[in-house]
T-cell receptor, first 112, second 114 residues
């Protein structure tokens, strides 16, 4: 069965630190990959997505993610986090039969 | 443009009861999907509807059902509630049914089963 693993459940960083959130999925076919973010008190919203082409995708607010097919990974990165990046981040995979699979989420707390 | 609207915002029920949750998608969106969110479990896919037809279904028991109306509004029903059904139920809409479609989420309905 398909699954999505987010290795870090809770990350605490200081402002200006670099961020990398891990995401691994188990699915052998063609996949579409997403990162969604939920800021405190707000709806889940799309941060970035990968369908095909350049494996390095850029999203909103300076975030980027790299799809490494051989490692079944889609890690999220940001060179320098801000306090406003405090949120919960969800990795998602949409593979065969168009079912969405979400990870359990990573709570990021950025200290000012 | 109004976002995805879910009602009610909060629900408290007791075991054995049934509940119906409602979702109004963004105007013009034809696909609606439902998710169960619990702490530590993330979002688990329940089902997806497009043009009044269920297109995909997650691994939930038959107590969980849904439907979509001709105006794309959707309802989700849970019968014979169990304590473990306590969760935030999220609805999301998208323009079309497709693997690459961006999901727009509602605020969710927080269901507590006592």
């Amino acid at each position: 069965a398909q699954s999505v693993s987010q290795h870090n459940h809770h990350v605490i960083l200081s402002e200006a630190a670099s961020l990398e959130l891990g995401c691994n999925y188990s699915y052998g076919g063609t996949v579409n990959l997403f990162w969604y973010v939920q800021y405190p008190g707000q709806h889940l919203q799309l941060l970035l997505k990968y369908f095909s082409g350049d494996p390095l995708v850029k999203g909103i607010k300076g975030f980027e993610a790299e799809f490494i097919k051989s490692k079944f990974s889609f890690n999220l990165r940001k060179p320098s986090v801000q306090w406003s990046d405090t949120a919960e981040y969800f990795c998602a995979v949409r593979g065969n039969f168009n079912k969405f699979y979400f990870g359990s989420g990573t709570k990021l707390n950025v200290k000012p | 443009k109004a976002g995805v609207t879910q009602t009610p915002r909060y629900l408290i029920k007791t075991r054995g009861q049934q509940v119906t949750l409602s979702c109004s998608p963004i105007s013009g969106h034809r696909s609606v999907s439902w998710y169960q969110q619990t702490p530590g479990q993330g979002l688990q896919f329940l089902f997806e509807y497009f043009s009044e037809t269920q297109r995909n279904k997650g691994n939930f028991p038959g107590r969980f059902s849904g439907r979509q109306f001709s105006n794309s509004r959707s309802e989700m029903n849970v019968s014979t509630l169990e304590l473990g059904d306590s969760a935030l139920y999220l609805c999301a809409s998208s323009l079309e049914l497709g693997a690459g479609e961006k999901l727009f989420f509602g605020s969710g309905t927080q269901l507590s089963v006592l």
